[in-house]
T-cell receptor
Framework: DAGVIQSPRHEVTEMGQEVTLRCKPI?????LFWYRQTMMRGLELLIY????????DSGMPEDRFSAKMPNASFSTLKIQPSEPRDSAVYFC?????????????FGEGSRLTVL | AQKVTQAQTEISVVEKEDVTLDCVYE???????LFWYKQPPSGELVFLIR??????QNEISGRYSWNFQKSTSSFNFTITASQVVDSAVYFC???????????FGKGTMLLVSP
């Protein structure tokens, strides 16, 4: 079975450019999570969806960040305009049930570098 | 608010040594779940174990064992006879009942040399 698929794996862009990260969750999983990993702050939850509906976006840093889940098999995380401090690894994870009782299945991450 | 502390930033051991990774958590809730995840050099996070707050039994899985002590709010992870393939960053995480999100510690990087 395919795991969580993220693209691109690596993205290098210049400050001010728009960045779109993509995620395909595991089929049948109702929950989708976007996390960001940096050396300074570790793993931070940005937003999560349940059945394609955003439930908690309190972790989204600011209005430059937006996330969508138009259907059960696809989600995007968009940064516009990007800034150097957005450089991080962005992980998508999915879960068949709520995270407190079920494990999260993570993708391999998208490493973003903003110059 | 809940918090997870992994005080050890990096640990280096030689193959076959035993190593314990510490995890201390904070929460006022009585029902919660604790997790350990492994992040190998390839980058993805891999689930290792989940524990609920009502189950303080220690668990052993092969060379891995976990020690959960509510009295000290700790959930430590021990690798016996470490191997080079155990080299990774290990994360401890906490989730509250009724919530879907995990709060992660900063992680401990384990380096096992031959």
């Amino acid at each position: 079975d395919a795991g969580v698929i993220q693209s691109p794996r690596h993205e290098v862009t210049e400050m001010g450019q728009e960045v779109t990260l993509r995620c395909k969750p595991i089929s049948g999983h109702d929950y989708l999570f976007w996390y960001r990993q940096t050396m300074m702050r570790g793993l931070e939850l940005l937003i999560y969806f349940n059945n394609n509906v955003p439930i908690d976006d309190s972790g989204m840093p600011e209005d430059r960040f937006s996330a969508k889940m138009p259907n059960a098999s696809f989600s995007t995380l968009k940064i516009q305009p990007s800034e150097p401090r957005d450089s991080a690894v962005y992980f998508c994870a999915s879960s068949p049930i709520a995270g407190s009782t079920g494990e999260l299945f993570f993708g391999e991450g998208s490493r973003l570098t903003v110059l | 608010a809940q918090k997870v502390t992994q005080a050890q930033t990096e640990i280096s051991v030689v193959e076959k040594e035993d190593v314990t990774l510490d995890c201390v958590y904070e929460t006022r809730d009585t029902t919660y779940y604790l997790f350990w995840y492994k992040q190998p050099p390839s980058g993805e996070l891999v689930f290792l174990i989940r524990r609920n707050s009502f189950d303080e039994q220690n668990e052993i899985s092969g060379r891995y064992s976990w020690n959960f002590q509510k009295s000290t709010s700790s959930f430590n992870f021990t690798i016996t006879a470490s191997q080079v393939v155990d080299s990774a960053v290990y994360f401890c995480a906490l989730s509250l009942s009724g919530y879907s999100t995990l709060t992660f510690g900063k992680g401990t990087m384990l380096l096992v040399s031959p």
